[in-house]
Every structure is written in structure tokens, then in C-alpha cells.
């Protein structure tokens, strides 16, 4: 029985990125049974990357964005783009710096068979990426350590099974329809940031199984840096804490109020902190919420 999927990217002036991501989707092994459409937005790119992947991969549906969407809106784009096209079964969502490994898809396929035999339904399966340079994982599942209501977590190391979990990176995602169906995409409050946490635990509580897959599914660097560190002053520290692509700290307190209210005064006064004090912070820490 042939399947259909939708595969989603969004993507702002890294075409060679882009293009060495989309290669490496097109390089793995799918069954022979599956059929993709992939929908790309091009969100105001001026490096000539929407052109670049219309060249080169001339199936890939190009979607042209306003230049001010953001990761979450690009994403939102996307999907509203695939919905409007055909009634897909699943949902494959990737970030366009991610290089694909080229059996990912089969171990995205044993994740479902895995949560359809525990389980008896589908939800969501983040795959997991390792830094090239560091050989750490970057990217992949979360696990809130402290209970779903407090927003402690870290970042799960895969083994080779499947592994619960409640907040998922979207770098490496496959969402199933039934997911869909239930709860929506991504919130329009998110602009960049929080969206796939906000949907990962949205449908972690609404009963579904959220998973990352056994091992990992391909390479990601981890660029979110370092921007509110002591090396930068007080302006740009600010700016960084307000900006879409930074710590936006509006759309992380309505994360914060919607998922753990009992902490939002809490992760208030630790968001500024980081900011105001950045020697005290050590801002690699994957065992709080920030």
C-alpha cells in the first residue's frame, strides 16, 4: 500500500546549507511504497537559494515568504501549503542545516512500529543529530527530569531503541496524522523558538507517544551560541533577549505560563539574570529550562 508523506523546510540565505541538506534527503533509502512532496519555503532569501533549489531539485514545491517569518512561521507556512495540496498521512519536518544520515527513515519507521504496537496509535518521533566537530549530540528529545510540571530537563543521549520523551527538537521530526488532527501545528505565539517544545508537550499531554528514534538520524551543529555572554555589552545582551532569534523572552514566558505556571516568576527573574549577569551563568547547562 503506497503512503504519502509531506516533508517541511523553511529556510533564510544559507543555500549551500540548503541544498547540501535537501541532497541528503534524496540520498537516503525510503521504502519503495512511500511518496513525498516537499514544500520549501523561501523566506525573503537573497542569496538566490530559492532559485538554487528549484534548479536542482525542480519536484521541490518553493514556496515563497515574506522575508519576516522566522523559523515557526516558515514551518506554519509550509504546512498550510501542504494541507492546502493533499490530505498527507505524516509530516517529516526538518531544519535546512541538518544533513541527513541514510537510513534515518528506517529508524523513523521502527519508532512508529514501536509506539503502534505499545501504544496502538502513532505520535511523534524526533530524530537525533550529532556536531560533526564535537561527535555530542546537538540536537533530538528531551526529558523533563523533575516531573512534567516542572521545566527542568535534559537532552537524551539515543541508544538503540526507541526512548520517551517530552520536548522535541523539529530539526529531525515526523509527526503523524492523528497528531495533527488533534492538536494542530505549531502556535502562531511562537515567531522562532519554543514552537516545537510547545508542540512536542502539547502532544506528549494530550496522550500521544512522543519518541526519539534508536541512534542517530544525521549531523546538526548547535548555533544557538553564546549572545548573551560577558564578551558582548549590555545593549546587545538586551537585544538578544528580545530578539525573535534570541532568548525571546515574551514567547518564553507564555511557554512558561502555558506548560509550568507555578515557575513563570521563576524563569522571569533567571531570563534577566542571564542577561544582566552572564559571568554568573553558565550557559551550557542542559539541566534547567533556559
Request: charged share 15%.
Given at each position: 500500500?503506497?503512503?504519502?508523506?509531506?516533508?517541511?523546510?523553511?529556510?533564510?540565505?544559507?543555500?549551500?546549507?540548503?541544498?547540501?541538506?535537501?541532497?541528503?534527503?534524496?540520498?537516503?533509502?525510503?521504502?519503495?511504497?512511500?511518496?513525498?512532496?516537499?514544500f520549501l519555503v523561501d523566506d525573503g532569501c537573497t542569496d538566490g537559494t530559492g532559485d538554487a533549489v528549484h534548479e536542482t531539485f525542480p519536484n521541490i514545491k518553493v514556496i515563497?515568504?515574506?522575508?519576516?517569518?522566522?523559523?515557526?512561521?516558515?514551518m506554519r507556512?509550509?504546512?498550510q501549503k501542504a494541507k492546502e495540496y493533499k490530505d498527507f498521512e505524516g509530516y517529516l519536518l526538518l531544519n535546512d542545516d541538518v544533513e541527513l544520515k541514510p537510513d534515518f527513515f528506517h529508524r523513523i519507521v521502527e519508532t512508529k512500529e514501536f509506539c503502534l504496537k505499545k501504544y496502538g496509535?502513532?505520535?511523534?518521533?524526533?530524530?537525533?543529530?550529532?556536531n560533526k566537530?564535537?561527535?555530542?549530540i546537538s540536537y533530538g528529545g528531551n526529558l523533563l527530569i523533575k516531573g512534567i510540571n516542572t521545566p527542568a530537563y535534559r537532552l537524551l543521549e539515543p541508544k538503540n531503541v526507541p526512548q520517551s520523551c517530552h520536548l522535541t527538537n523539529a530539526n529531525i521530526l515526523y509527526v503523524e496524522k492523528n497528531v495533527i488532527d488533534e492538536i494542530g501545528f505549531f502556535d502562531n505565539e511562537f515567531t522562532h523558538g519554543f514552537a516545537d517544545y510547545d508542540f512536542s508537550l502539547r502532544a506528549f499531554k494530550a496522550g500521544f507517544p512522543v519518541y526519539i528514534t534508536p541512534n542517530e538520524c544525521g549531523f546538526c551543529e548547535d548555533d544557538h551560541g553564546d549572545n548573551w555572554s560577558s564578551s558582548k555589552n549590555l545593549k546587545k545582551r538586551i537585544q538578544?533577549?528580545?530578539?525573535?532569534?534570541?532568548?525571546?523572552?515574551?514567547?518564553?514566558?507564555?511557554?512558561g505560563k502555558r506548560h509550568f505556571p507555578k515557575y513563570v516568576r521563576r524563569m522571569y527573574f533567571k531570563v534577566w539574570a542571564k542577561t544582566l549577569f552572564p559571568s554568573l551563568w553558565h550557559f551550557k547547562s542542559k539541566n534547567d529550562n533556559l
Open positions: 500500500m503506497t503512503s504519502t508523506i509531506a516533508i517541511l523546510l523553511t529556510c533564510h540565505n544559507r543555500r549551500s546549507k540548503t541544498l547540501k541538506c535537501l541532497q541528503s534527503l534524496f540520498d537516503a533509502q525510503f521504502p519503495d511504497q512511500l511518496r513525498m512532496d516537499v515563497q515568504g515574506s522575508g519576516n517569518l522566522y523559523w515557526a512561521g516558515g507556512l509550509a504546512f496509535k502513532g505520535g511523534l518521533y524526533s530524530g537525533s543529530t550529532l566537530l564535537t561527535g555530542q538578544y533577549l528580545k530578539s525573535p532569534t534570541g532568548l525571546a523572552y515574551k514567547e518564553y514566558l507564555f511557554y
